[in-house]
């Protein structure tokens, strides 16, 4: 961490000398699961990587380099054994997401298009009405429309 960086390491414990971040928890529970299911997110982080930097981190509250990773993660549990799977969709819903439920499963079939719009649905939280209202004319028409149904 930045603050701990000019502290000589004697003087620091020992959790202070290892700082993970989100990205490595993500790139850690990512490399222990299939690797179809691997190349699957990679897909969505890159989709979703392409709609933040369209729509303009910036128009985001809050929104920092771990957001998108944090989201991601969250896709990937546990099972009772301990091992790493890719979840399903319906395990991912609580009462902020389930109002988006019929955004994210526009094509329910389509596994790699559910994950991206649980995505989008979560960071657009994150987006202000005006900056919706100022960004939705960028997109293609279908998109607005599906954009703005969810949003508003």
């Known amino acids: 961490r930045c603050e701990f960086k000019d502290i000589p390491a004697p003087f620091l414990s020992r959790f202070q000398k290892y700082s993970f971040s989100i990205l490595d928890f993500y790139s850690i529970q990512l490399r222990e699961i299939p690797v179809e299911e691997q190349t699957l997110m990679k897909i969505v982080e890159k989709k979703a990587?392409?709609?933040?930097?369209?729509?303009?981190?910036?128009?985001?509250?809050?929104?920092?380099?771990?957001?998108?990773?944090?989201c991601l993660l969250s896709f990937i549990r546990r099972n009772a054994q301990g091992e790493p799977y890719l979840s399903n969709i319906h395990e991912n819903y609580n009462q902020l997401t389930i109002q988006s439920k019929p955004f994210i499963e526009q094509d329910i079939n389509d596994k790699k298009q559910c994950f991206l719009y649980a995505i989008i649905s979560k960071i657009l939280q994150l987006a202000s009405p005006e900056s919706m209202i100022f960004k939705l004319p960028t997109f293609e028409e279908g998109t607005t429309r599906s954009l703005c149904q969810n949003y508003f």
């Open 49 to 70: 990587r392409s709609f933040i930097d369209h729509f303009g981190k910036e128009y985001f509250y809050g929104f920092n380099d771990e957001t998108l990773y944090s």
